[in-house]
């Protein structure tokens, strides 16, 4: 998409919205189940499928392209900026502070003012993202997967499979 386009204007319009939408939602008792419900269906553009269960903070910069199906969990602060489409099939787990990101920009800096650059995301069905992980646009996981704690997944992820980053490891001591 070229940055300056009415198609990028349009889309900072609900950004705006999207993020107004957010911080009510997040300001809200835990306990407000109604306010809450009336939000994520203004945020999503639909109603949170039955036992869909995502506790705030909850972040998105659009909103209308966040599919969740039936069984979600979403624990808290996470972040889904969802304007190229994230979907997240059934029972899929979301630990805390997990960041999906559809869209960026171009590496070249003579492009990377002028246009942004994204692909769909999809989690696939009983696959469990771990706390502090990113998914990077155009990511599929894969059925039954397993994204550990701050992963930063870039490639796609086979079925039944665990991805890890490396473990904190010592490196002197005094």
Known sequence: MRIHSPEFKAMTERVLRATE????LNVLPFEDEEGKAALFERILGRPVPAGTTI??????????NLELAERVFINQNCTFLDYAGIRLAE???????????TMGHPVDPG?????????PITVEENAWIGAGATILPGVTIGRDAVVAAGAVVAEDVPPASLVTIGKATVRRQW
């Open 21 to 24: 939408l957010t911080s009510r």
């Open 111 to 119: 492009e990377r003012r002028e246009w942004l650059t994204g692909g």
């Open 91 to 101: 029972r899929v787990l979301v630990g805390p502070k997990a960041t999906f990101i």
């Open 55 to 64: 506790y705030p903070p909850f972040f998105t910069d659009h909103g209308f």
